[in-house]
């Protein structure tokens, strides 16, 4: 994949977030981000990623202060890359890429990991799109004006 | 980017979400297709994408059963490219890209599109997960399990 210095100039924001995020390594770092792994080796045993890439992924990310680096809890040398304020905002996209996965790629009886909300203990339900009356909104519905 | 052939055995449905979609012109032709966009001119020319990666990802959308062809209403010798019920189904994901872009990659006086429900008239509010309770449910609050 290219490595783009510059975000686009781009009116629109799909494809502005897409320069910082649509490269498939980066959204799994964040995955994984997102399920607690913290350092680079964690990183790397998870993603099975040759570590100049992943050295590459996390630095954009520290870059575009979707992570942040802090030392380890436990006072070693090495550091830890945690989701910024920004980083931790990507949970919708997490989820409606997990959502999509579960409904449409596996077979009905192919095992997948799950996503359990500690309150009820149970699945999420399918995260739609409301508009401003709280009703769900069909992609047939919506216009984007420029 | 690598061309995958075969998709992963993966047991995470976000990696598995990723080998079909965890490419950056993929979203955005798309992001197109939720548009309006149907013809291969339309995309190329939105896009700004060479033809051969033009059709290889559009190859690809087909095969995986997110974009279908069929001839286009005028009749004529072209094809249209559409989104499948499974590629409508990434309306949340697109949902979710762009009001994480708007929120934190504009400054405040900058330009960007936006993204009206022809109900109110107006912006969708921030999509959320929701649990079965209905209530929000904060990244912090959910576990993966194996």
Chains 1, 2 share one sequence.
Not at 90 to 119: K, T
Not at 131 to 138: A, E, K, L, T, Y
Request: proline content about 4%.
């Amino acid at each position: 994949m290219v490595k783009r210095e510059h975000f686009s100039a781009a009116i629109c924001p799909i494809s502005r977030a897409l320069d910082h995020i649509g490269d498939r390594w980066t959204l799994l770092i964040i995955r994984d981000a997102f399920d607690g792994k913290a350092r680079f080796t964690e990183f790397q045993s998870s993603l099975g990623i040759a570590r100049n890439i992943l050295t590459d992924r996390l630095r954009s990310l520290v870059e575009n202060d979707i992570m942040y680096t802090a030392p380890t809890k436990s006072g070693s040398a090495y550091q830890e890359y945690r989701l910024t304020y920004r980083g931790k905002k990507l949970f919708p996209l997490m989820v409606a890429l997990r959502q999509w996965g579960e409904e449409f790629l596996y077979s009905a009886n192919e095992h997948h990991s799950l996503l359990i909300d500690l309150e009820t203990g149970e699945e999420l339900p399918i995260m739609q799109p409301i508009n401003m009356s709280g009703r769900f909104v069909d992609p047939d519905r919506v216009l984007v004006v420029e």
